[in-house]
């Protein structure tokens, strides 16, 4: 069983910065198998969950949703099993649950047959 767990949530000031780390047990986050991309996802209060960024595993090329291109960055460290999204010029909108999942395409990432975390939480005060 996969188990995808993100952490690093908080509240912050506009402006700032915060690095959300993203693990799975069960599943190294090496790029093979049906774990060869991880996604990060954010859902405001009230509105549609969105995508923010993903990452290949096996290259580290990374995609950007234009809200937050120039913004985040998205990286992997393999050898620590962990997906990172750091997070800078933080604004209020940012405010949002992010989730983590990971499967085998970026195009299909959304899937529920992927393995998605519960979600940590991101406050951006003004």
């Known amino acids: 069983q996969v188990q995808v767990v993100e952490s690093g949530g908080g509240l912050v000031q506009a402006g700032g910065s915060l690095r959300l780390s993203c693990t799975a047990s069960?599943?190294?986050?090496?790029?093979?198998?049906?774990?060869?991309?991880v996604a990060w996802f954010r859902q405001a209060p009230g509105k549609a969950r969105e995508f923010a960024a993903g990452i290949y595993l096996s290259d580290g090329i990374a995609v950007y949703a234009d809200s937050v291109k120039g913004r985040f960055t998205i990286s992997r460290e393999k050898a620590e099993n962990m997906v990172y999204l750091q997070l800078n010029n933080l604004v209020p909108e940012d405010t949002a649950d992010y989730y983590c999942?990971?499967?085998?395409?970026?195009?299909?990432?959304?899937?529920?047959?992927?393995?998605w975390g519960p979600g940590t939480q991101v406050t951006v005060s003004s």
């Open positions: 069960g599943r190294a986050f090496g790029g093979a198998g049906d774990v060869r991309v």
């Open positions: 999942v990971a499967g085998r395409t970026l195009s299909n990432i959304e899937s529920t047959d992927n393995y």
